[in-house]
T-cell receptor
Framework: GESVGLHLPTLSVQEGDNSIINCAYS??????FIWYKQESGKGPQFIID?????DKRQGQRVTVLLNKTVKHLSLQIAATQPGDSAVYFC??????????FGGGTRVLVKP | DSGVTQTPKHLITATGQRVTLRCSPR?????VYWYQQSLDQGLQFLIQ???????AKGNILERFSAQQFPDLHSELNLSSLELGDSALYFC????????????FGSGTQLSVL
């Protein structure tokens, strides 16, 4: 694979708990990062993005954290709901302005 | 609904054949991207067009080609199909050429038998 090193684990979360999905990247020149959610049978859905000049960005129930020192990106989902069950992908924009996607993390929300 | 329309949703064909996948971007978006998603390779970037011109190329095979028309819709042509070409093909669009905030269609599931 390419530089975004998101393994493909499965994260099981109790409904109502917070979820944290992690992503490691290797290209220190990447200047833009984005998270997508993909439900079964659907295309990736934009969740939130962040530029490299920021450390944190919040959306509705989601927060993205960027740690450039250790080249780590995370997506936090507050009060996880059954509708949050999906595969989550991070992607980075590096050389040539191309987006490179990680392998994805499956989130399963237990009722 | 992302606003990106892809047709057909499913395509079943035989090895050696040629198919065309179609994509209409979100209203106002000038960039169209094509991605291939398979179980073992994840989401792989194929090619990008911006306002009718090829902008960037990724892991696109020579048997594959694409174009973006004056009305901004795009087509991905896959020829001399092989079993290994079976995958989900996604089109995405964005306002600019800078690979920010791509919005994806629901994909075309291609099965080569």
């Amino acid at each position: 694979g390419e530089s975004v090193g998101l393994h493909l684990p499965t994260l099981s979360v109790q409904e109502g708990d917070n979820s944290i999905i992690n992503c490691a990247y290797s290209n220190s020149a990447s200047d833009y990062f984005i998270w997508y959610k993909q439900e079964s049978g659907k295309g990736p859905q934009f969740i939130i993005d962040i530029r490299s000049n920021m450390d944190k960005r919040q959306g509705q129930r989601v927060t993205v954290l960027l740690n450039k020192t250790v080249k780590h990106l995370s997506l936090q989902i507050a009060a996880t709901q059954p509708g949050d069950s999906a595969v989550y992908f991070c992607a980075e924009r590096a050389a040539g302005n191309k987006l490179t996607f990680g392998g994805g993390t499956r989130v399963l929300v237990k009722p | 609904d992302s606003g990106v329309t892809q047709t057909p949703k499913h395509l079943i064909t035989a090895t050696g054949q040629r198919v065309t996948l179609r994509c209409s971007p979100r209203s106002g978006d000038l960039s169209v991207y094509w991605y291939q998603q398979s179980l073992d390779q994840g989401l792989q970037f194929l090619i990008q067009y911006y306002n009718g011109e090829e902008r960037a190329k990724g892991n696109i095979l020579e048997r594959f080609s694409a174009q973006q028309f004056p009305d901004l819709h795009s087509e991905l042509n896959l020829s001399s199909l092989e079993l290994g070409d079976s995958a989900l093909y996604f089109c995405a669009s964005s306002l600019t050429a800078t690979n920010e905030k791509l919005f994806f269609g629901s994909g075309t599931q291609l099965s080569v038998l």
